[in-house]
């Protein structure tokens, strides 16, 4: 399916909370930083070995697990990390685990900091190729906003996350629409609920998990019926 824009998928398109069984049992890492890990309210296994700490709920794995209980689906986030310090324990805590599914979302850090574009870009592509060189299905993410966001935040993510899109669908595997699952349906640039304004609250997890879990569907159903 290389190069065919069916791989964007949209939020709306994300199936509501459901627990519909693939037939496949699937080994899912989950990549990134704070909003993979479940920040603020929960605590990453690699944050706080060996199972995490906190409220499970407040992290998107809990979400797509629920959905698909035969699905092991790892949480390999930091909080506060960037997408270089991702992409330097990629290895560590995502390949070496040969996940069937590798989804990569990192960026907001690079945007809060101020990093220039081409860096980011960089590294993202980076934990793709790598991801895909291990014949591992990645799934790219989109990155999710932040309430105090200045206009020039605003606009770096908003470019990086159409680089995202179209870099996911010129290298032939799905984007899925976290960032959109997320944010004010009347202001895109803020988050639809958040305990401190950075993070989503535990119903925005949950929306992102079921949005990558509706990709991951999709994914494998198209492969169930030989479509690669």
Not at 169 to 178: H, V
């Amino acid at each position: 399916m290389k190069g065919s824009a069916a791989w964007l998928f949209r939020v709306s398109d994300a199936a509501p909370s459901r627990s519909l069984r693939t037939g496949r049992a699937l080994k899912i890492v989950g990549l990134g930083d704070s909003t993979t890990a479940g920040t603020p309210g929960f605590l990453s296994p690699v944050e706080s070995p060996p199972i995490g700490r906190g409220n499970p709920e407040s992290q998107y794995a809990f979400w797509v697990r629920k959905l698909h209980p035969e699905w092991t689906v790892l949480n390999r986030g930091v909080n506060r990390e960037r997408t270089d310090e991702v992409l330097r324990r990629l290895t560590r805590d995502a390949l070496d685990e040969r996940p069937d599914y590798l989804i990569v979302l990192a960026g907001v850090n690079d945007v809060y900091q101020g990093r220039p574009l081409p860096t980011i870009r960089s590294n993202l592509d980076e934990l793709y190729r790598l991801g895909v060189g291990t014949g591992a299905n990645v799934i790219a993410a989109t990155v999710l906003p932040f309430d105090s966001m200045t206009r020039r935040q605003a606009s770096a993510l908003h470019e990086l996350n159409d680089w995202i899109r179209g870099r996911a669908n010129e290298l032939g595997f799905p984007c899925a629409e976290t960032g959109r699952s997320v944010s004010d349906p009347h202001d895109r640039d803020r988050l639809a609920g958040s305990p401190d304004g950075l993070h989503p609250d535990v119903a925005g997890y949950r929306k992102m998990g079921e949005a990558l879990a509706a990709v991951i569907e999709e994914v494998e159903n198209r492969r169930a019926k030989g479509g690669g």
